[in-house]
């Protein structure tokens, strides 16, 4: 049987973050989030009965802060999605949560219902810094919701933060990592800030200052230097693990592997398509279909997403594989653009293909755009 990832996007936030670009509805009525499971637990069933032949091997519930939901909510979302999909015994079943959500009581529900792992947003561990962000929770409260899901029986615990942002230096970002360290977290997510427009940092324009190139990079390889130095080994651009942590939803995205997303501004990867909903909350609720586009990509398009998405991985591109997915040779088909940054040493030369080094990490958008037409990714 075939397998399947699964995202369940759930909308909603005590407050909007002021970098936030996701699609997210601020301080909801109740009666809305109701209606949102409602309208989740029936598009559920709907999408299940298509995916009969397929068997979810990896949940992943993503916002928003999917954590807003209550107990009974959260059951209804979970008993939903065993009646409508094949679960796999052994998925990973993960959930976004802000460090104000959630208490032990909580947490030993998700655990019941069936999750084994949970994704904190601490983002810093300053106080100036998360007030410029938007965000409203401090690193006690990031600390005591970590040790309230370690009490609950989570044995997998992943934490995100940011680099880039306004007011933070080399020393205080490395001050997050070791503040977060010190928690024990078996995999980190550590995301550059990028501003979008229409929301609030996108309309501030040169009032807003951030770090400077040089020393947004300088955060990145000391921070990488760091976190491995700690057991936690980068196998992504942006993400950490020990060994035998890492995403398993995730690298369904970068392994180009299938995948349905239910829910306001979700994708999906599916059937030989990709399609993608608007982020019209009103008309999920009534039911109405939200697809907003569709393609069927060619074997050229799946060719160049393929290239973009796996060097983000530390493994690369595995010749093999390559090979045996599009009838071709990598080193013959890129040879040319990749001879400069092979005598660079931004792409290295793997014993099963070729991956960006570290410092190649940083110029992946310059690189990929020497190597890809982005028109057909």
Not at 111 to 130: V, Y
Not at 254 to 265: K, Q, R, V
């Amino acid at each position: 049987m075939k397998t399947l990832g699964l995202y369940l996007h759930i909308p909603f936030c005590k407050s909007k973050c002021l970098y936030c670009d996701f699609c997210s509805f601020p301080r909801p009525k109740e009666e809305t989030v109701n209606a949102y499971v409602d309208a989740l637990c029936r598009d559920l069933q709907s999408r299940g009965e298509r995916c009969r032949g397929y068997t979810v091997d990896t949940l992943y519930l993503g916002g928003g802060t999917p954590t807003l939901l209550s107990e009974e909510q959260m059951t209804r979302v979970m008993q939903a999605v065993r009646d409508a999909f094949s679960l796999a015994p052994d998925a990973e079943i993960t959930a976004e949560c802000n460090p104000r959500t959630g208490d032990p009581a909580y947490f030993r529900h998700l655990r019941a219902l069936g999750f084994n792992r949970l994704s904190i947003g601490l983002q810093s561990a300053h106080k100036e810094e998360l007030k410029a962000l938007g965000r409203t929770h401090t690193l006690d409260d990031f600390c005591r919701t970590a040790e309230s899901a370690r009490e609950a029986g989570f044995a997998n615990l992943s934490a995100d933060v940011m680099l880039g942002i306004p007011h933070q230096t080399k020393e205080s970002y490395l001050d997050t990592l070791r503040a977060l360290l010190a928690l024990s977290p078996d995999h980190v997510s550590a995301y550059g800030l990028s501003v979008e427009e229409g929301t609030p940092f996108g309309r501030m324009g040169d009032r807003l200052v951030l770090p400077d190139e040089e020393q947004t990079r300088e955060m990145y390889l000391l921070g990488a230097t760091l976190l491995e130095a700690n057991g936690l080994l980068q196998y992504e651009i942006s993400n950490f693990a020990k060994k035998g942590y890492e995403s398993r939803h995730n690298l369904k995205y970068w392994n180009c592997e299938e995948y349905l997303g239910l829910g306001p501004a979700a994708y999906s990867d599916l059937f030989g398509e990709r399609f993608g909903n608007s982020r019209d909350l009103a008309a999920f609720l009534a039911g109405r279909d939200i697809t907003a586009e569709r393609e069927t990509p060619s074997q050229e398009e799946r060719l160049q997403e393929y290239v973009m998405l796996r060097l983000r991985l530390t493994e690369g591109i595995v010749e093999e594989d390559f090979s045996a997915r599009f009838g071709t040779s990598f080193a013959d088909r890129f040879s040319a653009p990749l001879a400069p940054y092979l005598a660079r040493g931004l792409v290295l030369r793997t014993k099963d293909g070729y991956a960006l080094s570290r410092e190649g990490m940083l110029l992946s958008n310059a690189i990929l755009s020497d190597l890809l037409d982005f028109s057909q990714v």
